[in-house]
């Protein structure tokens, strides 16, 4: 005890020193920084802000109204693009797949920025198959009594909550001859948050090309690799047709007539006016500059206690931000009985 106490001074004597250190580097001067995501059959919105010194206790960035957004399409000048509101500035032409994208940012005091981007060709997809399998089943019971016998309180039982896991396999057509780059986005509709309303949902990425590993530690240090916004390259089929395998597990709740009758869900490509909440797989194709933007953004994870810093790719000379395009084709999964 009488060794404990010196270090138990000396503990609480550091822990009440305390020494403001002022900042005497360079003050980074503000950058324009701008936003855009360019799609097939879609106008542009461009958002252009300013970046701010990390030491600025500022919640929000500076948005730019007076800024002048030009826009060429396969190296010609299109248009100036319009001032909304906030920032936002609005083209009316309208890209296709296969355009080269670039624009050319300008507002009084900053320097001039520019980016450059090009919306790939949408993904083929040749076909969906899917298996379903039920993990486990719930009772769900109401209108309680008092059983004497059992000298408990039962309830009628009115349906059940199933557990299930589909297992879906989505096959595509790689292109070949180049490096090509994809996103995988499973989505679900949730009528009863909003009439139309779809919500992303969770997929596990079991295939291989989504390179997510486990070292057996990541209920205590975190150590796996996960693959956060679910992008893939096409370096193990380059120029194939490829059988690209996830899964989505779920709840879902079947009436007590159904579970009794064996009336089982199944998986079908086809609407079923059973199903009110049917999935949306979408596979998008990326240029190389968003793949990249997304891959460094997924790197980092703020709550691993081995997290470093990670450098976030931006295709923004000059500035800051992103200049993306893409093209995605989506199917419909329906759960059926």
Known sequence: MKRLLPLLCLMALLAACEKDIEFDGAVTEPMLVLNAVALPDTTLAVEVTESRFFLVSQDTFTTVKNATVALFVNGTFRENCVHQNN????????????????????????????????????PVIERIDTSLSV?????????????????????????????YKMTIALTFKDPGG??????????????????????????SKDDIVFGETETGMEDLFDMGTYNYY??????????????????????????????????MPKDSTNTSPEDTEPYIIELQALDKSYYLYLLTSSAYDPYSPFAEPVQIHTNVEHGIGMLAGYAGRSRRLSLSF
């Open 230 to 263: 679910g992008t893939f390259t096409d370096e193990l089929f380059d120029g194939r047709s490829y059988p690209l395998t996830f899964g989505v597990d779920e709840w879902l709740y079947v009436s007590n007539e159904d579970y009794n009758s064996s009336r």
């Open 135 to 163: 993990m486990e089943a719930y009772p769900i019971s109401n209108n309680y009594y008092y059983d004497p016998q059992s000298q408990s309180y039962v309830g009628d039982t009115s349906g059940w909550s199933l557990h």
């Open 178 to 203: 180049q490096s090509d780059y994809y996103r995988l986005i499973v989505k679900r509709q949730r009528d009863y948050y909003q009439e139309g309303y779809y919500e992303q949902v969770w997929f």
């Open 87 to 122: 920032g936002r500035y609005i083209s009316s032409y309208r890209f296709s797949e296969g355009d080269h994208i670039r624009l050319s940012v300008s507002a009084p005091g900053l320097q001039t920025v520019s980016a450059e981007t090009m919306i790939p060709l949408r």
